[in-house]
């Protein structure tokens, strides 16, 4: 760029600063010649560095100077040789030191490790006597005392001490607020050679417009004006804008493909009596599945109410005899007590069974989906959340089959982003046959399990719909997809509401 | 669901074929088990719950073998009567009242085999016998006891033995309290009159089921040969199943199986029977159910590969599978052979009309009028805490109470939003100013009239968090919500405890209260730890959205 075009951009502030800049090398100089505040200053030598006229280095410089101790020392000289002076006037029993040479407790006692360390004192029966070592010491300067004094001449940095500096600083940096390291920072710059000839050059009018305001507009003064030029390349500030948290884009996502696929929402509620969470679902009320260790129950309010007769005698009577079709059921007695615990819904089937409850035969062919929130009463970590999301399909057509359902879940996979879905045996009470649905992670190369699907078993159809037809239904895991389409590796962080994570984090853009 | 550690030279001897590690990676998920890892000499499986025959080393190699082609087929076990009874005294009826036993002899036990027996004896015990509750099974070397064997049940005060690994004998409720076993199951028995003992011809104790053997009689070694077996239960048919599972199991290993009489008061049971059981095999609707057009020759050839025999249009379903209750069983068992990879998945015409759930298009309109102007939103978790939800907020709101909550911080359902942000911003103390955020969520609150107790709504809470927050800010954010919704509200001067006095409002949209709106108390702030002004408003969306779907 050339250095007219240069000048003719350059803000007020720069204005201010460039004519300095040739008697100055830091930041700190330019805000004494300028008289502009440091954020101003620093602005100002940024967008010149922007306009490549000059390089800013910052530099971190370090100083060892004498601290509160340090400088008490300085004056007293050090608690070791005020010590050792004492000692080597009478002869003294430990505790009687601390008041004949002015130190505190703690302060002897560093003394008399130290001083004993250097062979320079002896300890006979509780007195303390200078050695040889001790006497000829007091005669000469120690190592320590000389660099207290260059100390107190400025500091020093770390980089320039003497070998014989270092050893007292090693001391020194042990024991008690003798010494401190300050840490400055200093902003220098360099002027590059668009910088140099920039400050040979005259700033002219300084009266270029800035901003065009709505009085230029109105009295036509815009006309006779010269507007600075913007460097237009700049990088800006970034704005925050509102946003959908990136769950609920995902589940949103989710919920739109189902209803392209003609399936209709589910409503329901997460607080669930155990009839319609498990028994409805023919899961036998000994199934480990609902043992206190997996299941969120109620404390308050405990239990809920059964729905009417008919629907519970029929579940009942599927459990304990398989009902009136050619089935063996689970033969045990039923006991409706336990069905009437309350419970956190432990999977969206809850909605599928009381869906199929609530259906009417002429509304046949129907399909109907949820996504949402299911609860595990366990310990939280990367992997393992008390709440996870689940999208759930029911498909209850009497032509249904087996291949139906694994076209809808592949079809569903697809638009989620996984071409490659793979179908397992698996097994759930209330399917058969089950299936487990793992998708291909193209990047890791590897396969994802996400959960299940398979045909209600007649057992739960018969009580619900009142037929054996093949009701397709699927309930896997959401979390794990939307893990890896946002690149969250702890389950935990789909939920920490980091507001600098909502911020920044990519928009779902499926 | 129960691991299994299946060794590799064992299991290939058994199912008579060598398979490379790949082959194995590939077939063992298809015939319905997790594969943990194939290993250097080791398989690990994780085994469904439906499935306790495969839960032994050799059950697994059976189902495997015949899976892959190599023994297909229903196996065959023979059972000899050994003439031996069982007498089964009424009394055991109201502790435990079923047993099915068998004897079973020329075993060659060495340490490996009996580390498979334990394994066998344990995963059925918490699996199948759903920790020893449902069913409990023993061993006991034939060699130590004397038949016939009574099973009987009697005053623990009155019972003395010494239990297994034991070093005196002890009266069976102290094994209650002092033997490790004792300590572990004892609440299956706890408070009964009287507990279920077998014992031998000479009165000598077997075992305390679902508890413990005894020591003397009841502790298989290596030069056991021939071993009495019971399972014990409270239903005839799972103890039956149970009991044919472990004999076939020992039978694969090469050993005879013995029935024995039981003599139950209401007459003669033979056991074990490993007869098969007959199911007329419904081709038209296996085929219709899963999609396909077998011929019954087609399906037959199927199921031999899952272990099944056929004749003549009856399926023979072996005596040790627990989970056939229904021809869908049979399906499944069907489309395994065939296998899941083999279905072309299809995508019926069926016409169908999508609709997303009417108050979830209302709640996305809301988030998205509130993106519009610049909030950000948050998704926190249901559960939470009391201290959360009242104390640090100055309220006292009855709360739905989990049951033995893992985590104690997450241990009540939210009866309010306001809270749940409030945590956010405590949590964001750190991140830059605005922080001006929003959040739809379930709430919950006690209400007998519901099915459960709890009636659970659609709310929405803003929280505008900065220096520059006031009532007026917060106002404008719900005028410009209602005004976007087209809604007509009024707000009136209240108090409420989390808010500060004077600065606080009811809002209600054609006379039913739908929101509080004001700025957070400053005490409040001091207990949430936030240093900085917050006005905020909650509103409730089912209410609102009921109004606005009447009009």
Partial sequence: MDVEKIVASLHPLERKVVPVLKECGTLKEVIEKTGLCEAEAMRALQWLENKEALKIISEVKELIQLNSNGKEYLKKGLPERRFLETVSKQLLPIRKIGTASGLNEEEVTVCLGLLKSKAAIAIDNGIVEVTKIGQEALKKEWLEEAFLKRLSAGGVAPTALTPEEQFAYDIFKKRKDIIKTDVEKIKRFELTDIGKSLTETEMGDLETADRLTPEMLKDGSWKDKTFRRYDVTINVPKVNRGKRHFVNQATDYAKQVWVELGFKEMEGTHVNTCFWNFDALFTAQDHPVRDMQDTFYLKSPKEGKLPDNTVVNGVKSMHEKGGNIESTGWQYAWNGDVAKKNVLRTHTTVLSA????????????????????????????????????????????????????????????????????RFRPAYFPYTEPSVEIDVYHPTHEKWVELGGAGIFRPEVTVPLLGETIPVLAWGPGFDRIMMEYYGVTDLRDLYKNDLKQLRTMKQWMR | MPSVKLNKQVFSNLVGKELSDEELSE???????????????????????????????QGFARAFSAFIGEKIGLRTYTVKPSGSKVIIDPSVAAVRPYTACALVKNLKFDDEKIREVIQIQEKLHVT????????????????????????????????????????????????????????????????????????????????????????????????????????SGFDLNTCNICLNIIVTALADMGADIYSMELEYSEGKKITPDLDARRIKLDVPFINRWLGLELTEDQMSELLAKMGYGFDSGFVLVPAYRADILHMVDIAEDAAIAYGYENFEPEIPNVATIGEEAPIEVFRRRIADILVGIGLLETNTYNLTNAEDQNTKMGVDIKLAELESAVNTDYN??????????MKVLQDNKSNEYPQNIFETGTCFKLDETTETGVNEFLRVAVTLCGAEVDFTRIKQVLDCLFDAASVEYESRETEHPSFISGRVARISVAGIDVAYIGEVNPQVLEDWGVEMPVAAFELNLTELYKHLKIN
């Fill in chain 1, 354 to 421: 009381k869906t199929l409850a609530a259906l009417k035969k002429e509304d046949w062919p129907a399909k109907y989906f949820a996504v949402g929130r299911c609860f595990r009463n366990e310990a939280m970590d990367w992997c393992h959340l008390f709440e996870f999301n689940q999208f759930e399909g029911i498909v209850v057509d009497p032509e249904s089959n087996f291949r139906n359902l694994l076209g809808y879940l592949k079809l569903f996979m697809n638009k989620l982003g996984f071409p490659k879905a």
């Fill in chain 2, 27 to 57: 077939q063992i998920p298809m015939i319905g088990t997790d594969l943990e890892n194939v290993g250097e000499t080791e398989i690990d499986v994780e085994v469904f719950p439906n499935r306790p025959d495969m839960l032994s080393e």
């Fill in chain 2, 128 to 231: 199948f016998g759903r920790n020893r509750k449902k069913l409990a099974i023993g061993l006991y070397p034939l060699e130590k006891i004397k038949l016939p064997i009574k099973y009987f049940a009697e005053d623990p005060n009155k019972v003395k033995f010494q239990p297994l690994e034991s070093e005196q004998e002890m009266s069976a409720i102290q094994i209650l309290s002092k033997h490790p076993a004792g300590r572990d199951y004892g609440h299956l028995l706890e408070g009964k009159d009287k507990f279920p003992f077998f014992s031998d011809a000479d009165g000598a104790i077997l075992s305390m089921p679902p508890i413990i053997n005894s020591h003397r009689t009841g502790k298989i070694g290596k030069d056991t040969t021939e071993v009495f077996i019971e399972c």
């Fill in chain 2, 412 to 421: 009540v359902l939210r009866a309010w939003m306001i809270p749940s942000l």
